[in-house]
């Protein structure tokens, strides 16, 4: 059967890893401005009204660089409360256990009076045991949820993972996934509609099982 062992592990260190993410994402940004009665927008509104001359930008906390995202074009709305990046060849979040998280997106957006950070035209995230991708996801930083609507895909060397749809909830550190999930490691493989993985717990459960492939 799939082993838990390595499916802990491996969820284990995306979490932390995003976990990392969000507490740097949300924070640099907090001295730019403190906007007044912003309403919600869709992901492609908002015209760039400020273009910024320099295509890479760095996140500091206490003195340590926290974060760099290297884009083509980033720009800024007139307020300053909405900044994007398009055109990601070169995103870093790094950790202060000296584990570094890198992702390419299409673009990213950051709307500090929402404290979200959107993700979009294709997310590949890099992890030390194999590669996330998903073509879109948003990063809540207020309520510390992440969450993707579009089908997710984990490659690695043991194991690989499908989904329609995730979601994360770093402060109950739980991790949903939905709709037509699948496990496959060495020529073992799980399908079911969802699973719930309790970080807390090392434990996860399978919803809705439909096939079972097991090499003895």
């Known amino acids: 059967m799939i082993r838990t062992s390595y499916l802990n592990k491996l969820l284990s260190l995306g979490l932390v890893l995003l976990i990392w993410g969000l507490g740097y994402f949300g ?44 884009a ?12 994007y990046f398009e055109t990601i060849s070169e995103g870093v979040i790094f950790s202060v256990a ?15 009076p929402h404290g979200r950070l959107y993700f979009g035209d294709g ?9 996330l991708k998903t073509p879109e996801a948003i990063l809540d930083y207020r309520n510390q949820i992440i969450r993707s609507e579009k089908k997710i895909q ?13 979601q994360a909830d770093i402060n109950k550190e739980e991790l949903v996934l939905e709709g037509d999930v699948e496990l496959e490691q060495q020529g073992d493989r799980i399908q079911a509609q969802g699973l719930f993985y309790d970080l807390k717990e090392k434990r ?13």
């Not at 083509?72 to 900044?83: L, T």
């Not at 000296?98 to 500090?112: D, I, N, P, S």
């Not at 996860?204 to 492939?213: A, C, D, I, R, S």
């Open 154 to 166: 984990f490659c690695g060397a043991e194991l690989s993972l499908s989904a329609q749809k995730m």
């Open 72 to 83: 083509e074009n980033i720009w800024q709305v007139a307020d300053g409360s909405i900044i």
């Open 204 to 216: 996860y459960e399978l919803q809705n099982p439909k096939e079972m492939t097991i090499h003895l």
């Open 27 to 70: 924070g640099w940004w907090d001295f730019i401005v403190s906007p007044k009665n912003i309403t919600d927008q869709p992901q492609s509104s908002a015209k760039p009204r400020m273009m910024i001359h320099k295509n890479t930008i760095s996140g500091w906390d206490n003195h340590q660089k926290a974060w760099q995202i290297k």
């Open 98 to 112: 000296g584990e570094r998280l890198h992702f390419t997106a299409g673009w990213v957006r950051w709307e500090k």
């Open 123 to 131: 997310l590949t995230v890099s992890l030390r045991d194999g590669t």
